[in-house]
């Protein structure tokens, strides 16, 4: 069974600091990873992903994920934290082999402070 | 083009009533997805369908939820009874099934569920 854990619950960064927001996953066969960024009272609007290639992804305002083939980790960052990146963020994995089922974290809650 | 439209998006019932949400998914996706998130988790899939067809509802209370997609394109959830734990935001989704490498899932805005 494939899964994702997000350790931290909660990520508290000041604006204009570096923010990482950790996840590691298990599935079998080659990952599928994605970002998800969910505002309150939102649906969730997708960030970014991994399917191949450069282990480094780019994605929506400004906000980069690492992917670690040997760590099996997917943390998201930002170079500098803005105010409006306050949210709750969701990684989720599927794979070539999950029957494309898509299977999410427990979600972290960034909070970025002035 | 269009995203996932779900309905309605608020609904307030009192325990051991019934209640059905509805979600119409992008036009082609074959694969539809419901998923469950009770506040302050992440979402939990209950039931894949591709087609009308149930690829996976392994985590779905069968004893009290149902659903249906009968010509492979809207499909509906159903409580009957709800109970106060199923309070949540139910979430439906869809994708391209093999796509979703390159188109990835497109999520609804989700039915927001208080059951009181």
């Known amino acids: 069974a494939q899964s994702v854990a997000q350790p931290e619950d909660q990520v508290n960064v000041a604006e204009g600091n570096p923010l990482t927001v950790k996840c590691t996953y298990s599935?079998?066969?080659?990952?599928?990873l994605f970002w998800y960024v969910q505002y309150p009272n939102r649906g969730l609007q997708f960030l970014l992903k991994?399917?191949?290639?450069?282990?480094l992804v780019k994605g929506s305002y400004g906000f980069e994920a690492e992917f670690n083939k040997s760590q099996t980790s997917f943390h998201l960052k930002k170079p500098s934290a803005l105010g409006s990146d306050s949210a709750l963020y969701f990684c989720?994995?599927?794979?070539?082999?999950?029957?494309?089922?898509?299977?999410f974290g427990g979600g972290t809650r960034l909070m970025v402070k002035p | 083009e269009a995203g996932v439209a779900q309905s309605p998006r608020y609904k307030i019932i009192e325990k051991r009533q019934s209640v059905a949400f509805w979600c119409n998914p992008i036009?082609?996706?074959?694969?539809l997805y419901w998923y469950q998130q009770i506040l302050g988790q992440g979402p939990k899939l209950l039931i894949q369908?591709?087609?009308?067809?149930?690829?996976?509802d392994s985590q779905l209370p069968k004893d009290r939820f149902s659903a249906e997609r009968l010509k492979g394109v809207d499909s509906t959830l159903k409580i009957q009874p709800a109970k106060l734990e199923d309070s949540a935001v139910y979430l439906c989704?869809?994708?391209?099934?093999?796509?979703?490498?390159?188109?990835?899932?497109?999520f609804g805005s989700g039915t927001r569920l208080t059951v009181v």
């Open positions: 989704a869809s994708s391209f099934p093999g796509s979703e490498a390159n188109y990835g899932y497109t």
């Open positions: 599935v079998s066969g080659n990952p599928y």
């Open positions: 991994y399917i191949t290639g450069d282990n």
């Open positions: 989720a994995v599927s794979g070539d082999n999950a029957g494309n089922m898509l299977t």
């Open positions: 036009s082609g996706h074959a694969t």
């Open positions: 369908f591709q087609n009308n067809g149930v690829v996976d």
